[in-house]
Every structure is written in structure tokens, then in C-alpha cells.
């Protein structure tokens, strides 16, 4: 410091010397920071547009990149600008404009779609008549709004599901809720069938209409065998006596034939029995009774001995699976009781005196043909013979 040579004093100023005090640091109070100014006006889903200014406080002794974003941007709202790039010749306030969005492209945006898909998890690839298997279902993302979920199985009448609407909302949409798919049990031989679960979707979340839902096929597993069931042993061969003799057996159809069966019995040789009934018809509702049919020898006068007779019985029906079946022959042993011989019987007494006797003559079984009787006297001098047909 330094008295100014103006000064009127006299008391010895004037010529002091100058005075040095050091030290001092001059305090900057302009600090670096970025300006953003108040939203002027308001934006809409029609395009109206607000705006703001952004600078920064301070001159930066550089370029320097202001990057704007918004929790918002790519859904609801456009600025004008990502970025600001600000030089130290202009940092001052920049306008940026701020453009509302519609709604509709934010919802085609294909991520929001993706994300709300109907989870099918578990569901059988095979399930056997009268068995049943579950599955889950629930949504792959927050709907919303409620989505109620109608569950189909196809062909109707061969499976079902239940329960057939799931309903999911805000709260329950992660939780899994489990479906019975049951297949139906009937008693016909009808092969495996294809079925087919649908799901069908009513919401009003735009997302899940728009959804395609899964299609899941399964194969219902056929369990019956058709066949004619007999009884007893088919290859045994048993007795029939003539005199009486029977035997029976029973026949069934081990599954529910879609037509009439009818097995038309016959015997070979033919004559040695009879069969009750002739024709046998299992229907829809007999199939699975014991039916019974009865095998009687037919009791002849010949002399026929033992014969081996076999059962047949020709099947017939509407139901192409039971009219490529066969039943099975059986045989069985026609015991005869007839045995081949005469009966003589005398009648009077011969004497020299002219009297004479007559022997009459029959067989004891029936002959296949004409039986010659010889009669031959043992002692031709004392008796002669006169035939008769008596
Ligand atoms: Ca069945
Ligand atoms: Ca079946
Ligand atoms: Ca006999
Ligand atoms: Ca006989």
C-alpha cells in the first residue's frame, strides 16, 4: 500500500513508504453444475408439446456433453434431443422440446407382446382310458386386466379337462393352477385317438388378446382287446355218451362289439349232436354275459362206435374287428352204446310127430345196410328149416 500523493497531510504520509501485505486469495463463487429450467406447458397422447432449457452454470474450459433422458423415453414421450453438446463460447439455456406419445406403438412394441404368453407346463403326452394326468397353467407376466382362460379337449366324449376356466388377474397371474386332463373309458376296441387341448383367452389387457396361446396334442391310449372268450379247455376232449350225454361251455366277448356277433355252430360229422342254440348272437348288451350253449349226443340204434366230432362255429358281424375273429373248434368223444348182435327167440317145440318151432330173429343195433341172416341147422337128419319173414 501507498499513500495517494494527493492527500493534503502533513504529518509525514506523503513520503511513506509503500507497505506490502500478502496473501490474500480471491474466493470464486461461480460453481459448475447444469441449469434446468421449469416445463412450460403440458404434453399429450395428441402431440402437444412442452418445453424446458438446460446450460450449465459455469464456462467450461471445454466441450461438454449433456445427456438427456427420461424414465419415460421410447414409451410415452419424445424430446427433441438426446444430447446437448455445450462449448465454452455458448453454455448459456438451450430450449429442449418435450412431444407426448400416443399409446399404440408403445403396446406393438414386440418385447410388452412377448412377455404375455400363456405358460402350459406338464401337460401328458399319453394318457390310457380311464386315466388321467394334470398340468399347470399360469401367465408369463402381470396382466392388466382379468383373463379368464377357457381350456378345450377335443375330440369330445374321448377326454375332458377340468376345471374348464381358469380365471388370472393383477394379484394371481404367477401363481400355477392345476388342470385334471382325463380320458374317457368305454369298452369298445377303438384304437388310439389324437386329442387336441385348446386354450382360448377373454381380457381386456390388449397384450393378452394379442397373444397366440399354446396348442398341446396328446394321444388317448386305446385298452381294450377284442376277442371271443370260451370256456374250458378247447383242447381237451371230452365224453358225450349217447344215452344223455351233454356238455356245456360258456362264450362272451371280451369288449363291447359296435354291431351284433353272431357264431353259427356246426359238427363234423354231422348227426352226432346237437347244438343249443344253433346260432349264438352277442349284442351290446350280452357280449360280456355267460352265454351258455349245450352240446347233447343224439342217441341212434347203430352200432357206430366212439366217433371224434368236431365243433365249429362260423362268425359273423357288422363289426369289422369281430368279423375277422374266429372261433376256436372244439371236439369232443361221442361215446356209443350201441352194440352189434341178434336176438333169437324160440318159440314152440319140434317133435317126429310134426310139430314144429319157429325161431324168430332181430338185430341189436341198426345196420348201415342190409343184413343176410343165415340159418344153418346142426343136424339136418332130424329137422328141416322153412324160412320166414316174419
Ligand atoms: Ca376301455
Ligand atoms: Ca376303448
Ligand atoms: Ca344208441
Ligand atoms: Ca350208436
Redesign the pocket.
Known sequence: MSVDPASADTTGYKNLQPAVISGFTNTDNDSAGVTVTAVQGGISENGNQAVFSVGLRTEPASDVTVTLASAQLNSEIALSAAALTVTPSSYGLRQVTVTGLPDQPVRLINTDRDSAQLIVAGAPGEIA?GDSGSFTVNLSSRPSAEVRVQITAAPAGKSSVSPGLLIFNPENWQGEQTVLLSAAD?????GNTAGTLSFTLTTADINYQETSPPVHNYTVL???TASIAVSGDAGSVPDIREDGGSAEFTVGLTTQPTAPVSITFSTSPAGKFTVTPAVLTLNQLNYNALNTVTVTAVDNEAADGDVRVTLSGAVTSADAVYASKVFAARTYNRADNDVAGFTLTRTGAISEAGDSASVSVRLNSQPSSDVRVNAVLSNTAEAAIVPSTD
Open positions: 382310458e368305454n369298452a369298445v376296441q377303438d386305446d385298452n381294450e
